[in-house]
C-alpha cells in the first residue's frame, strides 16, 4: 500500500468540473439525491461546459447501481466523441470489464463508488491494471450530528456504517488516484461545500480531493479551495444558468486562486 500523507503543498491549478448526473440518458438533479428534475442532453450540455472553459466533465450515470445495470455506452461514446477535456465516468461499474468498456468507451477516468465498498479489492486490481491516474473513489458521505460522516451507497439509499475518513485513507492505501466526496446533506441546497472533513483530508491524503455539493456562489468555490480542495464539482447552478463557468473563473481569478482561463 502506498502512503497516503500529503507531504508537498499542492501547486497545480485549481479545477471546475462540472457534473452531469444521468438517469434514462438524460441529465437530472435533485436535492440531496432525489426529487430529480430532467436538465438536459449530456452531449449538449458536456459540449456547452468545454466551450465555456471546463477543465474536465465528470458523468455519473447515478441509476445504474441502484438498477443493477450497466452504464449505457453510447451515452459514454457519444460524449466522448465531442471533449477534448478529460473525461470521468461513474455508476454500474462492478468488475474490471466494466471499466475496460468505459475506457474504450472514451472515459479518460472512472468514478467508482458503491462497487469499491462490496468490493476493496477492486480498487487494488483496477490501479494496478489501468494505472491510478484513471481511478476515482467517489464517495458520499452523511453530515447530520449522528452520522459521524457516515459514509452511504446505492446514490445514498444505503447506510454503510462505515465513516468516511477511515474509508477514504484506505481507499488511497488501495490506489486510489483522486477522491471525489460528495456531502449529501449539502447537495443541491446552495448552502455550499462541506469544507470541515473534505479540507482535512485534502490537506493530509497525497492524492487530489474533489469537493461536491452545495456550491451555489463563486465564493463557495474560493473557500474550498483556501482549505486545500484540489477542484470543486457542480451541477444545478451550471445546467440553470445561475453561473456561468467563465463569470466563476473570473471571480475565481479575482481571489487570487489559480485557475485555468
Not at 497516503?4 to 434514462?24: A, E, W
Not at 477516468?109 to 494505472?131: E, H, R, T
Not at 447552478?237 to 487570487?256: M, V, W, Y
Request: glycine share 12%.
Amino acid at each position: 500500500m502506498s502512503d497516503t500523507t500529503n507531504t508537498t503543498s499542492n501547486t497545480l491549478r485549481k479545477r471546475i468540473l462540472p457534473c452531469l448526473d444521468m438517469r434514462d440518458g438524460r441529465v437530472v438533479k435533485g436535492v440531496k439525491f432525489v426529487g430529480l428534475q430532467d436538465l438536459g442532453d449530456p452531449v449538449e450540455l458536456a459540449l456547452r461546459y468545454e466551450q465555456q472553459g471546463a477543465d474536465e466533465i465528470v458523468l455519473l450515470d447515478i441509476s445504474a447501481s441502484p438498477e443493477g445495470r450497466k452504464t449505457q455506452l453510447d451515452v459514454i461514446g457519444r460524449v466522448a466523441g465531442n471533449l477534448s477535456i478529460p473525461f470521468t465516468v461513474g455508476g454500474g461499474i462492478r468488475v474490471l470489464d466494466d471499466i475496460w468498456a468505459l475506457l474504450d468507451a472514451g472515459a479518460d477516468k472512472v468514478s467508482i463508488n458503491s462497487a469499491a465498498l462490496n468490493q476493496p479489492g477492486l480498487i487494488d486490481a483496477a490501479s494496478q491494471q489501468f494505472g491510478s491516474q484513471c481511478i476515482v473513489v467517489a464517495i458520499d458521505f452523511l453530515l447530520a450530528p449522528d452520522s459521524l460522516y457516515e459514509v452511504v451507497s446505492h446514490g445514498g439509499r444505503t447506510r454503510t456504517g462505515r465513516n468516511t475518513r477511515d474509508w477514504a485513507r484506505e481507499a488511497v492505501q488501495r490506489g486510489a488516484g483522486e477522491l471525489l466526496l460528495t456531502c449529501i446533506d449539502r447537495d443541491g441546497t446552495g448552502e455550499g461545500f462541506e469544507l470541515g472533513l473534505t479540507g482535512e483530508l485534502a490537506r493530509t491524503l497525497s492524492v487530489p480531493v474533489v469537493a461536491s455539493g452545495g456550491a451555489r456562489t463563486a465564493q463557495h468555490f474560493v473557500e474550498a479551495f483556501e482549505q486545500g480542495i484540489d477542484a470543486g464539482l457542480a451541477a444545478g447552478i451550471f445546467h440553470r444558468n445561475e453561473l456561468s463557468i467563465p463569470e466563476l473563473k473570473l471571480a475565481l481569478q479575482r481571489a487570487g486562486v489559480d485557475v485555468r482561463i
